[in-house]
């Protein structure tokens, strides 16, 4: 059956980061997404859309600046709406940003937003040396510097007080949905651990982590199985690996949330 191509692939001149294409963004967003790594977007072109983030509405898609969403956190869109947003987008995982904060923990960036247009023209340049092919040094240089200027400039500590909006209960709930991806867990489960019913628990869990449990574990497996098959896993290993009924599952939901199959994303990844 024909599909389309993968939207993301992966330089080889730096691995373990995933990029989205610029021209692939014609088209009708996904309403949830959720990255392992730090996801930092800057946009060519398109009017500002909004969002929901950790809790909040947020306008995102200003010219001239750049979005930092952490790992593992979801963002979801209030405007699917098919359109002419051209995006440029690096997902870096933890363990490439510098420590500059002295804490050994990854640093957070609270204010989602920031109006930088040096850094901005910077993330452009990269994303346009990665295009045409510039040599794995230049790449490198580039990509390092960005890094490190993003975390100076705009980086915290992270923050030892909790989040209001995340007490003790959705924090439990929220760490077994990480550690339980390949089992099959339920909602009265999950409700035990909170110590509350499953009606309060799917309203508080989705206002504290952006999506209710079932959707926010099916987004976090999808974004672990990226990261396994970028690594050369088989599509039947990973689908095995988190828990998916068989290899059919994991590629209804790559082609639900990637347009693809995992075949084709690894595909493309792996180039």
Known sequence: MDESPSPWWSPRELPGVEVLSPRATKHNCPRFTLHSGYAITITRTGAPRRIRYRGRERSVGTTGTVTVVEPDEVVEALDTRAGSLHISVLVVPPELLPDVTGHSKPPRFPRFTYADRGLFNGFARLHDDLARGADRLTVQSTFTALVDVLVRRH?????????????????????????????NISLDELAAVAGCGRHHLVRSFRQAYGAPPHRYRTLLRLARARSMLAAGHSAADV????????????????????GTSAGGYARAVRR
């Open 155 to 183: 980086a915290a500590a992270p923050d030892a007080t909790p989040d209001p909006l995340r007490p003790r209960a959705l924090r439990q709930v929220h760490q077994v949905l990480h550690d339980c991806l390949d089992a």
């Open 239 to 258: 689908a095995a690996a988190l828990g998916y009924f068989d290899q059919s599952q994991l590629n209804r939901h790559f082609r639900q949330e990637l």
